[in-house]
């Protein structure tokens, strides 16, 4: 069992940054695939970035070069770096984790960001 909980999401004027982090327990943390993936009113759920646990990194077109994941397994906690931020971003971000041993896969609870002037 694996549990998530992020942090980080607000209220940011466009062009503004956020950093969200996703903070897991209850597993090595370093055997599991990360990701972010966000759901905007009326929309669906969507991946935004995921990191492996090598490190590997992949974007949603909309965020890249605008948004970085990246990962600490010394403190079982991966972190979504948001710069530019534009009013389409706001949504509901999610952190999303794959224990690798299993493929069982575990939600964070959400953290709302919104960006608006």
């Known amino acids: 069992q694996v549990q998530l909980v992020e942090s980080g999401g607000g209220l940011v004027q466009p062009g503004g940054s956020l950093r969200l982090s996703c903070a897991a327990s209850?597993?090595?943390?370093?055997?599991?695939?990360m990701s972010w993936y966000r759901q905007a009113p009326g929309k669906q759920r969507e991946l935004v970035a995921g990191?492996?646990?090598?490190?590997?990194?992949n974007y949603a077109d909309s965020v890249k070069g605008r948004f970085t994941i990246s990962r600490d397994n010394a403190k079982n906690t991966v972190y979504l770096q948001m710069n530019s931020l534009k009013p389409e971003d706001t949504a509901v971000y999610y952190c999303k984790g794959v224990v690798l041993s299993s493929w069982n896969s575990y939600w964070g609870q959400g953290t709302q960001v919104t960006v608006s002037s």
């Open positions: 990191i492996t646990s090598s490190g590997t990194t």
């Open positions: 209850g597993s090595r943390f370093s055997i599991i695939n």
